[in-house]
């Protein structure tokens, strides 16, 4: 349906080489991982191995692995209880957002590994790798390179189900189908985090509205209907589309929004994952509460200047 960018194995296996070198060239002196059937890690070490000695030691998480979504949210926790300084994560939004559901106050690095995505850096390998280690290296400083992300908390009968770190969004479809929205016409409402404006996605909607960048204090909400206000956006690469705002205001953090939804489904971070068979009482809030994340060019600058 679009023109992305496709990271496969290969890809993948040369941006793990990478971040390892960086570490590795950072003094970091172990990591962990999680096993997953690619065995991307152990493939990116093996190849390191070829040509240099690595003193890193890199351990496999001791861990049911199920090969699904829930993984990640498994492995943040096993991190956590590690104690580890520094999670770098590979994937998209869906992928930091199960991490940031177990992660809790670990600071993460997440590296894009696709076109699509607003909550990763598109960043090169290597430097994720520099600046990983050279972040968890400097422990007196790594509240000056972090900011604490906002993060959308859906409840049904005041019982949380669920979080989204970019966007949440009400659509009339009554059933999930292919996870991802390449359609606008069956959204209804959106609510979003951050809208910035070189970002793909729903949020891109958002940007041609009133950009909110993620450190802002509050974010947007938009109800879609006729007779609104038309607007193009790049939802995914090479697809723009049209979208037919009816309102829209700032969401401030903090407020829960009462939502009464019958028949259709709501989508997390672009992607649908909860079916609506009738109607049902749902509350949102914005808050800031979500990952702490690192910014690498902090990082990177500080530590040169400080040379």
């Known amino acids: 349906m679009a ?3 496709v990271f496969g194995t290969t890809e993948k296996i040369g941006i793990v080489r990478r971040i390892l070198l960086g570490l590795e060239a950072e003094g970091i002196e172990a990591v962990w991982f999680l096993p997953e059937r690619e065995q991307i890690v152990p493939r990116a070490l093996a190849s390191i191995q070829q040509r240099h000695y690595l003193r890193i030691q890199v351990h496999p998480l001791s861990m049911h692995v199920s090969f699904e979504g829930q993984d ?3 492995a943040a926790l096993a991190l956590k209880q590690l104690g580890v300084r520094c999670i770098i994560t590979l994937g998209g939004d869906g992928t930091n957002r199960q991490v940031a559901k177990g992660c809790g106050s670990v600071p993460l690095l997440p590296v894009s590994t696709g076109t699509n995505n607003v909550f990763p850096y598109m960043i090169e390998g290597t430097i994720a790798g520099l600046a990983g280690g050279r972040f968890s290296q400097n422990p007196s400083l790594q509240s000056r390179w972090t900011h604490r992300s906002k993060r959308i908390v859906l409840a049904r009968d005041g019982i949380e189900k669920d979080i989204a770190l970019v966007d949440v969004a009400i659509i009339s479809q009554s059933f999930i189908a292919s996870r991802a929205i390449w359609c606008l016409k069956p959204l209804q409402r959106l609510f979003l ?3 910035e404006s070189c970002s793909l996605g729903l949020s891109s909607i958002g ?4 950009p909110v960048r ?4 509050f974010g947007l909400d938009i109800l879609f209907g006729p007779h609104g206000t ?3 956006a790049p939802i995914a690469p090479g697809l723009i589309e049209k979208a037919e705002v009816q309102s829209w205001q700032l969401l401030p953090l903090e407020k829960s929004i009462p939502l009464v939804l019958s028949q259709g489904t709501i989508a997390l971070d672009g992607e649908r994952e909860i079916e609506i068979p ?3 009482q749902w509350t949102l809030v914005l808050d800031q509460e979500g990952p702490w994340v690192v910014d690498p060019s902090l990082v990177l600058d500080t530590i040169r200047s400080s040379a």
């Open 3 to 5: 023109y992305g960018t």
């Open 72 to 74: 990640s949210f498994r």
């Open 193 to 195: 985090t951050r809208a």
């Open 207 to 210: 940007a041609r509205l009133h």
């Open 214 to 217: 993620a450190t802002d204090p």
């Open 230 to 232: 038309h607007v193009e």
């Open 278 to 280: 009738q109607q049902q």
